[in-house]
């Protein structure tokens, strides 16, 4: 959502371009730039009242906020025009978070995420109405085993229904003017009339994956594996085509030992033999023998200990590509589950070495972690960076954490996460001229980089960038607001180079932390 952004130069105090003194008493009009339509400023960044003019104090200055495009008229004590500052662009972006943890919660229109616990009881969110909403609405429950209800105004509707309840996950509420829909949901995937679906929360915390078909629950996953709830012989498939062998055909494979010692039948591809804790010594398997190039020896490695069920071999060994080297060094003391072994077998043509690295690998998240503050501004840090007090003009100088080794510090990178990747920072650029050439063009540019490249200046690394043109009188004024974000290194330090392209250099710079996050 969009929000008024301070006027920065307003809060310094105006001067008189003759004598130097502030315009004591004096007062400004704004008007969108380029015309004499009048345009409005605030008293405060949520624009709730509105001037088009407004006295100044006895130093001159005034805390206004504005949106878009300005020229400032600037008058004496007396109402007389003292001169014009044009051009001015003002906008600043707003994500609007709130917490709660109890009940109930009446949702704003500023509202852009609710941070739900809860821990205490049953939340209620209280919406407001469908045709006032400008924008979705997140709600993330991620704290407490009770429930989240969301209550649409009136007799509005969300999905059809009069409340919407959820539970431990994150949901998106849009409105189509009348009526609230979930357009998106972190707990389920399912069809149109919600009978064929996948659920990772049917209860609370459960940490089950559920598969339904048709209304009917067929399998399970969860930290033991997989389960299928109705197995028969066309339950397991490849390529459409069930898989010959029954569960209960397989069992009778159970204490058979490959290689053993002791006399024993000898099965082959005509032979319907029934083998219960038998001894097989080189065993001839008929057309098997065709695909499985193992020894009985490595057969009987391979197999030891496996804890995979029936259903679970038979579905492992069906058109297996590794050797079988390969396949014992896979299954001999691999510590995944079952039901891991059978879907890593499962056609599967890495190398042993490859699926060993499967093992253990977590993933890392691109989104990025916005800034906790106090200043009533939120995702944006407390302590203001004053850029242009640590500048060198046309140089690179370095800004990092407390102790990060740069040649300067901001504490406000001392909360960033380690090993962080990059960082969003909101940068402001106010600058002024006087008694300079009518005409002339004045242009300043931040340009930004990793610590330690040797990356030149350039419009790719270009961050923010303000440029004016000389009035009449020998005066100028610019200002810009932007946000970028920066790649850092491992210790959270970049690096700045302002460039002037003019006489003069920033009059302020300063950057605020939004946040920061990691690369995919």
Known sequence: MSRAANITFLLSGLSSRTTGEPIAGGSVAFVEAGT????????????????????????????????????????DADGNLLYTIEGVRLEQTYYGVRSASSS???????????????SAEEITINCIAAASW?????????????????????????????????????IEIASDGSNLVTTESSAELSDTDNDTKIQVEESADEDIIRFDVAGTQ?????A?????????????????????????????????????????DI??????????????INPVFGVAEDALTATSTEINTACNGITATASEINTACDGITATASEINTIADGITATASEVNTACDGITATASELNLLDGITTVSNSPTFVDNSNGNPNVSDTVLDVDSILNINAWVSIGPTDSGASNEWTALDEMSSGADYIVVRFSIDNSASSKTPGAQLQNELHVRQNGSSEVRSTDNRVAMVSSVVDDTGHSFVANVTEATIPVDGDGVFEIRPTTIAEYTAEVISAVLVGWGFNP
């Open 36 to 75: 004499t339509t009048d345009k409005a400023v605030w008293t405060e960044k949520e624009k709730t009242n509105a001037y088009y003019s407004y006295d100044l104090n006895e130093d001159g200055s005034a805390e206004l906020f504005g949106e878009g495009e300005y020229d400032v008229k600037v008058y």
């Open 104 to 118: 109930p919660v009446t949702m704003a229109s500023t509202d852009d995420l609710l941070l739900i616990d809860t």
């Open 134 to 170: 400008e924008r979705p609405l997140k709600v993330r429950h991620s704290t407490g085993s009770n429930d989240v209800i969301i209550n649409p105004s009136g007799s509005e509707t969300i999905n059809g229904s009069s409340t919407f309840t959820f539970n431990n996950t994150t």
């Open 218 to 222: 067929i399998g399970t996953i969860d």
């Open 224 to 264: 033991d594996g997989l389960t299928i709830d109705e197995v028969d012989a066309d339950v397991i498939k490849k390529d459409g085509t069930a898989i010959a062998a029954t569960a209960a055909e397989l069992s009778q494979l159970n204490g058979v030992t490959v290689g053993g010692s002791g006399a024993g």
């Open 267 to 280: 099965v082959t591809t005509t032979d319907e033999q029934t083998l219960i804790s038998k001894t097989l």
